[in-house]
Nanobody
Framework: QVQLVESGGGLVQPGGSRRLSCAAS????????AGWFRQAPGKEREFVAA????????RYRDSVKGRFTISRDNAKKTVSLQMNGLKPEDTAVYYC??????????????WGQGTQITVSS
């Protein structure tokens, strides 16, 4: 009953920008916090950014602070991740997630299918 679909992945040159979008069905992003995670080959899935239900609170992993910005539009049931100054180490499959509560200090419950970001020259 909850479906999340990411879009916006692709090949980007180092220093480039890309915007990811996650569209949700139902009331998932209307009522709960949301986040972005990523997973590189051979590595564990890691937290990237999160945003509260109301959008008043955000949290980022240190390595993306100042480069990535998470936002949401509850009316459209979307959450986005604007990525600037991309680096090769940002290469990963990016997943959006709907959290188990309206706080960024809860955790992911439902996942999208993922979208690939490759940063290479």
């Amino acid at each position: 009953q909850v479906q999340l679909v990411e879009s916006g992945g692709g090949l980007v040159q180092p220093g480039g920008s890309r915007r990811l979008s996650c569209a949700a069905s139902g009331r998932t992003l209307t009522n709960y916090a949301a986040g972005w995670f990523r997973q590189a080959p051979g590595k564990e899935r890691e937290f990237v950014a999160a945003i509260s239900w109301t959008g008043d609170s955000t949290r980022y992993r240190d390595s993306v602070k100042g480069r990535f910005t998470i936002s949401r539009d509850n009316a459209k049931k979307t959450v986005s991740l604007q990525m600037n100054g991309l680096k090769p180490e940002d290469t990963a499959v990016y997943y959006c997630a709907s959290y188990s509560g309206n706080s960024i200090f809860t955790g992911p419950r439902y996942w999208g299918q993922g979208t690939q970001i490759t940063v290479s020259s």
